[in-house]
C-alpha cells in the first residue's frame, strides 16, 4: 500500500509517495537523493544510518518512513549553519575522525546526540556516578558510540573529535 507523506528533512518539508514499508534511510536516499545517512548493514548493526530525529539519534534502517511525518528529521549535512560547520564536524575535521569517510555522517549525527545526552544528564553502562553531571571521559564517549563502528579504524580519531567538542 502506498501513501502520500511529507517529510521534513534539514529543515525542508519533501512530499513524496512511498509504500508503507518503506525505511526512513530508503525514503531518504532512493526517493529524495539525500545521501548523508549511508546504508551499512541495513540491519541496525553499523550505525552509518544514523541520523536524527527531534535531536535524538535514530538508525534510519530500522523505521519507517510513515512513522516520521511530524517529525524533524536531521541529517549530518543539515547540521551545518551555512558555511559554518557544527562543532562537531569541525572537531572531527582538526581531530582526523575519519579515513574514507563511510561512517561518518552517521558518527557526527551520534555524537550531536550523545553530547546532548551527556548534558541532560543521562546515564550510559560507562557511567560511574548516578547522582552528579556526566562527563564527557573517554570511557563514556566509546560506550556510548559504540553502536557506530568504523571499518577504518579511526576510533583514536573518532574519540579525541568528540572529547574536544563536548568541551
Ligand atoms: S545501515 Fe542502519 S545500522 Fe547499518
Ligand atoms: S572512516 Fe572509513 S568506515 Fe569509518
Known sequence: MEVDITLRVDGEDRPLRVDTRTTLLDALRERLG????????DHGQCGSCTVLVNGRRA????????AHEDDEVTTAAGLADGDRLHPVQQAFLDHDGYQCGFCTPG?????????????????SHATADLTGP????????????????????AYAGIVAAIREAAR
Open 134 to 153: 556526566v562527563d564527557a571521559d573517554d570511557d563514556e564517549i566509546r560506550e556510548r558510540m559504540s553502536g557506530n563502528l568504523c571499518r577504518c579504524g
Open 34 to 41: 539525500v545521501t548523508a545517512p549511508k546504508k551499512g548493514c
Open 59 to 66: 538508525t534510519s534502517c530500522l523505521t519507517f518512513a510513515v
Open 107 to 123: 558518527q557526527i549525527c551520534s555524537a550531536v546526540g550523545m553530547l546532548d545526552e551527556l548534558k541532560k544528564g543521562w546515564p
